[in-house]
């Protein structure tokens, strides 16, 4: 599973949700089950089932966001982060 090997800083960001520095964390491992195969589902997609967290926190919070990945998936996130912002 990508998630095993690919969550970096797990611990860390567990420590962080802990100590209520971070409020929330949605994770998007393309190729894991349970959707994969047949599909695979990016960080867009996450953010699209999120759309409430992101006004709430992005928008009416002040808060952040983070993204770790490939820069191919900025386009995607940009989309996704604007429909939020709406």
Not at 32 to 54: A, G, I, R, S, T
């Amino acid at each position: 599973l990508h998630e095993r090997e690919e969550y970096f800083y797990l611990d860390e960001w567990e420590a962080f949700k802990k100590a209520g520095v971070l409020t929330n964390m949605v994770p998007a491992f393309s190729h894991d089950p349970p959707h994969y195969p047949p599909k695979m589902v990016f960080v867009n997609h996450k953010m699209e089932e999120e759309m409430d967290l992101l006004k709430e926190f992005i928008g009416k919070q002040n808060g952040y966001f983070y993204m770790c990945g490939l820069a191919v998936a900025a386009p995607g996130i940009e989309t996704a982060l604007k429909k939020a912002m709406v």
